[in-house]
């Protein structure tokens, strides 16, 4: 079982609807990225939170420690948002080594 | 400032060739690291440094050897390359500020490396 698990892998949506993906960890960390891989390959840091909530344009992100769950939320999608969403686990410890989820690939359709 | 850059940004190789993936930053960041992206499965960590003169092995690290002579490069060097070493290769950095709830971008990505190994 991966330490980092992402649901859905997959999600085909229109273009206004609400977006969620899910990020749930097994291991401790001490802060969480969310990171936007664009289909031409090159990859963004969208967000790095370790408690509440982040909003960044039409983008929020959540994350509850205790339950070890994180959440990505697009609101008003639009074609451009397609990309595949990974989420990071960043190691408790003082290290900054990360551990990937294998991501969610989101299609927006006009 | 140019971020992160990797070069090359392809390359094709034949088994038990050696080469090296170069990458260097601008951003004056301690933390820097490759990663190998192959398809079904999330990014892996190869070697990191958090800081010139210090590396370390990260996940999947047979098969590499880096150095961090300078706090701007970190270059991956493969020693004798193997079909199993095909996949896209990343090199990121990160400032400990950002990394610590700085408001700013918390990791910077270079555009990738594609590798195939015949």
């Known amino acids: 079982k991966n330490e980092v698990e992402q649901s859905p892998q997959n999600l085909t949506a229109q273009e206004g609807e609400f977006i969620t993906i899910n990020c749930s960890y097994s291991?401790?960390?001490?802060?969480l990225h969310w990171l936007q891989q664009h289909p031409g390959g090159g990859i963004v840091s969208l967000f790095m939170?370790?408690?509440g909530k982040k909003k960044h344009g039409r983008l929020i992100a959540t994350i509850n420690i205790q339950e070890k769950h994180s959440s990505l939320h697009i609101t008003a999608s639009h074609p451009r948002d397609s990309a595949v969403y990974i989420c990071?686990?960043?190691?408790?410890?003082?290290?900054?080594?990360?551990?990937f989820g294998k991501g969610t690939k989101l299609t927006v359709n006009p | 400032n140019a971020g992160v850059t990797q070069t090359p940004k392809f390359q094709v190789l034949k088994t038990g060739q050696s080469m090296t993936l170069q990458c260097a930053q601008d951003?004056?960041?301690?933390?820097m690291s490759w990663y190998r992206q192959d398809p079904g499965m999330g990014l892996r960590l190869i070697h990191y440094?958090?800081?010139?003169?210090?590396?370390d092995q990260g996940e999947v690290p047979n098969g590499y050897n880096v150095s961090r002579s300078t706090t701007e490069d970190f270059p991956l060097r493969l020693l004798s390359a193997a079909p199993s070493q095909t996949s896209v290769y990343f090199c990121?950095?990160?400032?400990?500020?950002?990394?610590?709830?700085?408001?700013?971008?918390?990791?910077?990505f270079g555009d990738g490396t594609r590798l195939s190994i015949l």
């Open positions: 939170l370790s408690s």
């Open positions: 990121a950095s990160s400032s400990r500020s950002a990394l610590r709830g700085y408001r700013g971008q918390p990791q910077h």
């Open positions: 951003m004056n960041h301690e933390y």
């Open positions: 990071a686990g960043k190691s408790q410890g003082g290290s900054e080594k990360l551990v």
């Open positions: 440094s958090v800081g010139a003169g210090i590396t």
């Open positions: 291991v401790g960390i001490s802060a």
